[in-house]
């Protein structure tokens, strides 16, 4: 049975006249004819008949016409489907924390677009456990998370497995007080994180015994940085997003004589969509670059 002349009936039990059906499908009446013709005959049933010069559906044509309705229905709603679909693939949705959007995203999306420019990227900054949900509910399709994570259906992929975590402080108050003054007497600037980096933050803090007086939290790595530039108190950050502020003398690292503070650092993406070639160059693209760029 084909589409096309189950189309054309479709047409003529809509109008009930087969040169309107004609002139809509741009067909000839005697081509409309024969395909009404055709598809009787492979039915066994007549579809239509005249009384006059008006045309009527016969009772098997009464149920063809249903049927062809929801048929060419369902065959809309595919075909908007895979509209959608494409449209879908041709954007990618990374979230990641603001630092790593800031810092290390836009170098990699621009070798990325040099080989697609046809794909548009959004990114979304957000805290890891907001790039879990989004994972999760199929609002990201690819997420950067500090630590990592274990769900069956999710692929977690480390792409740095240690970054060092550094007790900084700005120049004006390294050069006024001594250590014990500065964690004493000033406050702990803290990232404000659910998950690994805020249980390594808190087992430092009890392994070193500081205890602050006050503690200003903030859910930016880039306000916790421009804090502790101002004076504001001490805090823990990124060694790779101070390195600079370090080697100039702007920011100065407390060394407490303890153990190096390390985290990781994960790419998770739903693993069906680990399919797609473009969303697989990115990835690639990621996991080469991602220790390299500071």
């Given at each position: 049975m084909e589409l096309r002349n189950l189309k054309t009936f479709q047409s003529a039990a809509k109008l009930l006249n087969f040169t309107k059906a004609a002139k809509?499908?741009?067909?000839?009446?005697?081509?409309?004819?024969a395909q009404?013709?055709?598809?009787?005959?492979?039915?066994?049933?007549p579809l239509f008949f005249r009384i006059g010069n008006q045309t009527y559906l016969t009772a098997h044509g009464e149920i063809v016409k249903k049927y062809t309705d929801q048929l060419f229905s369902i065959l809309e709603k595919m075909e908007s489907d895979l509209q959608e679909k494409s449209q879908l693939a041709s954007k990618l949705v990374i979230a990641a924390s603001e630092t790593f959007c800031t810092h290390y995203f836009p170098?990699?999306?621009?070798q990325f677009l040099t080989t697609q420019p046809d794909i548009g990227i959004k990114l979304v900054s957000c805290t890891s456990d907001k790039v879990i949900d989004g994972i999760n509910n199929n609002s990201f399709d690819i997420g950067i998370i500090s630590g990592s994570y274990t769900k069956s259906g999710i692929t977690n992929v480390v792409i740095s497995e240690k970054e060092d975590l550094v007790l900084i402080v700005s120049k004006e108050l390294y050069s006024k007080h001594s250590t014990e003054e500065l964690l004493e007497r000033f406050p702990?600037?803290?990232y404000e994180i659910v998950g690994p980096f805020e249980q390594q933050?808190?087992?430092?803090?009890?392994?070193?015994g500081i205890t602050p007086r006050k503690v200003v939290?903030?859910?930016?790595l880039e306000a916790v940085k421009s804090a502790v530039m101002n004076a504001i108190g001490v805090g823990l950050i990124s060694r790779n997003l101070v390195k600079k502020e370090l080697a100039s003398r702007q920011l100065y690292e407390i060394l407490l004589n303890k153990r190096?503070?390390?985290?990781?650092?994960?790419?998770?993406?739903?693993?069906?969509?680990?399919?797609?070639?473009?969303?697989?160059?990115l990835i690639r693209l990621i996991e080469q670059n991602w220790?390299?760029?500071h």
């Open positions: 809509q499908l741009n067909f000839s009446q005697p081509t409309v004819t009404i013709r055709s598809l009787e005959k492979e039915m066994g049933y170098p990699i999306i621009r702990f600037i803290k933050m808190n087992n430092y803090l009890q392994e070193t939290e903030s859910s930016s190096p503070i390390q985290i990781q650092t994960s790419l998770i993406i739903a693993t069906h969509k680990l399919g797609d070639p473009k969303t697989m160059q220790t390299t760029i």
